[in-house]
């Protein structure tokens, strides 16, 4: 049987060959890229993680790992970026990932998530941006689906958490349009954002901004017994990203007002 397999082998076209070992080469090539690319993530080093994500989805477009933490990383370096045309290049670049994931898979919790989470952050560029009333709205829509395809997805109920808190506490509702919009729903807002994000620490006890807007949330209501507990097992929880350290901060400085 080997020497027949053998035989066949060799009978193949040269260029069927060729082709049979690039495509072992590029699985190959990717697989090395993901591992590199998470041992830079576990180092702290995003900027790092996100170029080799980056190659990977241009080796593999189809690759929703790739593209998803391709958004991800987008918004968490974006985040903390001082200059404003870096700040809406990091986001803008989020932005496409995601609808590339999007597109790749409509019913893959992640894919919508990073689609809300892109439209979250563009809010964050101009709070007069015309697009403002669209993109909260988009925030809901795509949370929802990323919801209804997961239920148990922690960052999904994360991002809807902050949809309903934003709604309250932001510059969002000053916007007549924002307002007219959602007009009848202001009321149940908190208890909605707490909901959420509760759920999302339950999904994933190790979620630390999850922690720390569950308190923002706590304190905007009034409820200061909850948010102490919340940010007292919010500095204990470890480091996972880059951004972690700071909510850690900022969450000691809210402890220690309310103590």
């Not at 080093?45 to 593999?60: F, P, R, S, V």
């Not at 990383?73 to 404003?84: E, F, H, P, V």
């Not at 898979?105 to 563009?122: E, F, G, I, K, R």
């Not at 934003?166 to 909901?195: C, H, M």
Request: charged share 25%.
């Amino acid at each position: 049987m080997n020497c027949m397999i053998k035989i066949e082998f060799k009978k193949l076209p040269v260029v069927f060959i060729c082709l049979l070992l690039s495509i072992k080469t590029f699985t190959q090539d990717n697989t090395t890229l993901l591992r590199e690319a998470n041992a830079l993530e576990l180092k702290f080093d995003e900027a790092g993680a996100l170029e080799k994500y980056k190659q990977i989805a241009t080796n593999d477009p189809s690759n929703m790992k790739a593209l998803v933490k391709c958004a991800e990383l987008n918004c968490r370096i974006g985040i903390r970026a001082k200059d404003k045309n870096a700040k809406a290049g990091y986001y803008q670049e989020a932005y496409s990932y995601a609808q590339q994931a999007y597109a790749k898979d409509s019913a893959n919790s992640d894919a919508c998530y990073t689609v809300a989470l892109a439209n979250y952050t563009m809010n964050e560029l101009d709070p007069e941006n015309k697009k403002l009333v669209d993109n909260i709205k988009q925030i809901k829509i795509y949370g929802d689906k990323a919801l209804a395809a997961n239920a148990g997805n922690a960052k999904a109920n994360h991002i809807m958490g902050l949809w309903h808190f934003e709604l309250i506490r932001s510059n969002w509702i000053k916007k007549p349009a924002v307002k007219n919009f959602y007009g009848g729903i202001y009321d149940t807002q908190v208890d909605s954002a707490a909901y959420y994000m509760e759920k999302a620490r339950s999904i994933d006890p190790y979620f630390v901004i999850d922690y720390l807007d569950l308190a923002k949330v706590y304190m905007y209501d009034h409820q200061p017994a909850k948010a102490l507990g919340v940010l007292e097992k919010l500095v204990k929880l470890p480091n996972r990203t880059y951004n972690d350290a700071a909510y850690k901060e900022e969450g000691r400085q809210m402890l220690a007002k309310i103590q």
